[in-house]
T-cell receptor, first 115, second 112 residues
Framework: DTGVSQNPRHKITKRGQNVTFRCDPI?????LYWYRQTLGQGPEFLTY????????KSRLLSDRFSAERPKGSFSTLEIQRTEQGDSAMYLC?????????????FGDGTRLSIL | GESVGLHLPTLSVQEGDNSIINCAYS??????FIWYKQESGKGPQFIID?????DKRQGQRVTVLLNKTVKHLSLQIAATQPGDSAVYFC???????????FGPGTRLSVLP
């Protein structure tokens, strides 16, 4: 079991730059989720995919945030024109099944620091 | 909006004692609950889950209790060990997990 893999683990960039994070879910998991976590808080849901379809994106924080999962396997989260308030841990999770109750499994996140 | 919260932000217990971490939720439609453990620099790690048609579920050294009447969830850790030190989150969802809502977390510290 290789688990959920996220890259890079850390990203430091200047304000105004674009950043892209990658998530490779557990191979048989068809659902993929993105969360943001700030210090001392629980993960905050951003968006989720079932296979390649993005079924919920209303929680993305602004139009600077976008996510893709073009082939239903790995996913990318992009933040354009980064702001200091974007500094956070970005977590990806995956789960299997199209119904019923299955737990999400998380990666170790990408920590974004905006200078 | 609906949210999940926790009664205590920090909890300190002696090694070997039992720990109880509490969680309150407000969405009466939630039908699935999960407890996660998060260590520093890592993602949340699944511990145990429970469906709304159950009121108790046991795992290895952990038990989750669900009281739907008062919308309360608890995690009991038996014989707490130093390796249990972490932040614990409860999460809830409805509609087959289209949107999981997490509480702010409780930091568990195990004292020698």
């Amino acid at each position: 079991d290789t688990g959920v893999s996220q890259n890079p683990r850390h990203k430091i960039t200047k304000r105004g730059q674009n950043v892209t994070f990658r998530c490779d879910p557990i191979s048989e998991h068809n659902r993929l989720y993105w969360y943001r976590q700030t210090l001392g808080q629980g993960p905050e849901f951003l968006t989720y995919f079932q296979n390649e379809a993005q079924l919920e994106k209303s929680r993305l924080l602004s139009d600077r945030f976008s996510a893709e999962r073009p082939k239903g396997s790995f996913s990318t989260l992009e933040i354009q024109r980064t702001e200091q308030g974007d500094s956070a841990m970005y977590l990806c999770a995956s789960r299997k099944g199209t119904g019923g109750n299955q737990p999400q499994h998380f990666g170790d996140g990408t920590r974004l620091s905006i200078l | 909006g609906e949210s999940v919260g926790l009664h205590l932000p920090t909890l300190s217990v002696q090694e070997g004692d039992n720990s109880i971490i509490n969680c309150a939720y407000s969405n009466s439609a939630s039908d699935y609950f999960i407890w996660y453990k998060q260590e520093s620099g890592k993602g949340p790690q699944f511990i145990i889950d429970i469906r709304s048609n159950m009121d108790k579920r046991q795992g290895q050294r952990v038990t989750v209790l669900l009281n739907k009447t008062v919308k309360h969830l608890s995690l009991q850790i038996a014989a707490t060990q130093p390796g249990d030190s972490a932040v614990y989150f409860c999460a809830e969802t409805e509609n087959y997990g289209q949107n999981f809502v997490f509480g702010p977390g409780t930091r568990l510290s195990v004292l020698p």
